[in-house]
């Protein structure tokens, strides 16, 4: 297993990227530092979170996951052996949202604070804030970085136009640049990716780190009928790929999965680790056996029939 460069930053991680969303939502504070500890000792070392999680759960305030590795950290001494990506932007309640300049200053002490950490080695904008000017965002994490409380930084939820944008404003200015995108991307989910985003992350040489990589679920084959709906909190997300197409992808994915005597879960994500600019998908687990069956991934060497019979069944 071989380690992959987030862009052109220098920081390397492995094939694969722990989701953090499950950190203080469907796992508690036990749970989360029992997976955090198997991820390590399996031989992983990406983790990603964001200062909004899980903000949606009732009683909570943003912020739960990031404490929650934080305390990890703090007990386990495992800081050096992981790459924490973490993200600002996304609403947190009055003004705490965005990515002005006085609004990164603020929040990146934030993160730190509930993290345990001196140093976020990627920090991401979670969302594009069109209302800030781009040289602005860029100069505020280009300050962060030259305070040591950064190391790199990167994009999520960017339009291929955009991104494109603010890669050139950095060049323009000398700040740092977006060494990363965090899209939305999976065997179900293609074209948005792949005709917008793509060619700019390959031109620019743009790590990519995949989010719902497993369609909420979709993929992992759990979900075959309406009545299987009821199995999960993200049962709900599921229904809309609960079609034609949907069952072709899995039929798939069942195929190729016992060829490799594996999981439909880990092929999607080996489907994944093999496409071009992608240096890991991410995706959560609640429980041991979940993770342990989601990181196989990273062993599978997928085959050119292999993927061509994926292919073709999600083409849209």
Not at 92 to 119: F, H, N, P, W
Request: charged share 25%; with cysteine.
């Amino acid at each position: 297993m071989e380690k992959r460069e987030l862009g052109e930053s220098g920081i390397k991680v492995y094939p694969f990227c722990f989701g953090g969303n499950v950190f203080g939502w469907t796992a508690d504070e036990k749970t989360s530092f029992e997976l955090l500890d198997e991820l390590v000792d399996t031989g992983f070392d990406f983790i990603d979170t964001a200062d909004v999680y899980s903000s949606w759960v009732a009683g909570n305030k943003g912020g739960e996951s990031e404490t929650i590795i934080g305390n990890w950290l703090k007990r386990s001494g495992k800081r050096d052996k992981v790459v924490i990506a973490t993200k600002v932007g996304k609403p947190m309640g009055q003004d705490k949202k965005g990515l002005s300049k006085a609004y990164i200053t603020k929040a990146v002490e934030d993160s730190l604070k509930r993290l345990q950490t001196d140093c976020i080695d990627l920090y991401q904008s979670h969302d594009d804030d069109k209302e800030t000017p781009l040289a602005e965002t860029l100069d505020a994490f280009t300050g962060l970085i030259r305070q040591g409380k950064v190391r790199a930084i990167g994009a999520s939820n960017y339009s291929g136009a955009r991104l494109a944008e603010a890669l050139q404003t950095s060049k323009t200015n000398g700040f740092a640049r977006y060494e990363t995108l965090q899209p939305e991307y999976n065997l179900y989910s293609r074209e948005g990716y792949e005709k917008d985003l793509e060619p700019v992350c390959l031109k620019n040489n743009i790590g990519v780190i995949t989010y719902y990589s497993l369609a909420s679920g979709f993929l992992t084959g759990k979900y075959r009928s309406q009545a299987d709906l009821s199995k999960s909190q993200r049962g709900g997300g599921i229904k809309k790929f609960m079609n034609e197409r949907g069952m072709r992808i899995l039929d798939a994915l069942d195929n190729v999965a016992a060829e490799y005597n594996s999981a439909p879960a880990a092929i999607a994500l080996a489907w994944l680790i093999k496409r071009p600019g992608v240096v890991a998908p991410i995706a959560s687990a609640t429980s041991i056996g979940q993770l342990n069956q989601i990181t196989a991934a990273a062993a599978i060497r997928l085959s050119h029939d292999a993927v061509d019979l994926l292919d073709t069944a999600s083409s849209c």
